[in-house]
Nanobody, 117 residues
């Protein structure tokens, strides 16, 4: 069993920055992908950023050049550095871990990011 806990959300002004953290505990293997998803009110959840076990990263077009996903395997933690935040980035952000051993998905509880207009 894997537990994910997100932190770092909050209220920021447009153009500001936040860094989200996702701490994983439990039966952790390095053979996994981790990602950040977000869900705004009335909208479907979307994948924001992905980092593979080999540190290959992918981003949704709307955040390219502004967000950076990273991972520290020694700390079992993933991060999402968010710069130049826009009101459209307002959402609950969820950390996801997909085990490449079991193919199971694990989710954090979500952290609110609000960018005021």
């Amino acid at each position: 069993q894997v537990q994910l806990v997100e932190s770092g959300g909050g209220l920021v002004q447009p153009g500001g920055s936040l860094r989200l953290s996702c701490a994983a505990s439990g039966s952790i293997f390095n053979i996994n992908h981790m990602g950040w998803y977000r869900q705004a009110p009335g909208k479907q959840r979307e994948l924001v950023a992905l980092i593979t076990s080999g540190d290959i990263t992918k981003y949704v077009d709307s955040v390219k050049g502004r967000f950076t996903i990273s991972r520290d395997n020694a700390k079992n933690t993933a991060y999402l550095q968010m710069n130049s935040l826009k009101p459209e980035d307002t959402a609950v952000y969820y950390c996801n871990l997909k085990s490449l051993i079991s193919s199971r998905d694990y989710w954090g509880q979500g952290t609110q990011v609000t960018v005021s207009s």
